[in-house]
């Protein structure tokens, strides 16, 4: 609770509004756009727009298993976006192929997330994200 309390006071010192990019970043968490971006590299298939994000989170000096570990919540926030769709009758004939591809990808990077314990490097980071996009 003492480090909570810290971070808010760190926030509040700038007098400004605090935003989620500002907490994001005073937590060292990618920035939530980005993540969204790699989502949509991934769901589409895009292995040079993915790869490219995940070399530039890197070399911003985001941890691997993090940016792995945010992108699934990512997903997996957008599987709850297509499954409240669904059920308010929102979404056509595509939504299931929707769900079972961020279903799919979701399990194949948490499927990932012990090789972060070996190493956790850009190479790790680059063949968790092409086996979830495989």
Sequence with gaps: MRDAESLLDRLLV???????????????????????????????????ALL??????????YAPRTVAEQLARSLRDRLHGVLEASTSGAL?????????????LIHALDDEHDRFTRRNDLYSLEVALIKAGN
């Design 14 to 48: 700038t007098g400004a509004t605090i935003t989620a990019a500002m907490a994001e970043d005073a937590l060292g968490l990618p920035p939530q756009d980005r993540l969204v971006a790699m989502g949509d590299a991934l769901v589409s298939d895009d292995l040079t």
């Design 92 to 104: 056509g004939q595509g939504a299931p192929d929707h769900k079972t591809a961020l279903l799919r």
């Design 52 to 61: 490219e994000q995940a070399g530039q989170l890197y070399r911003s000096g």
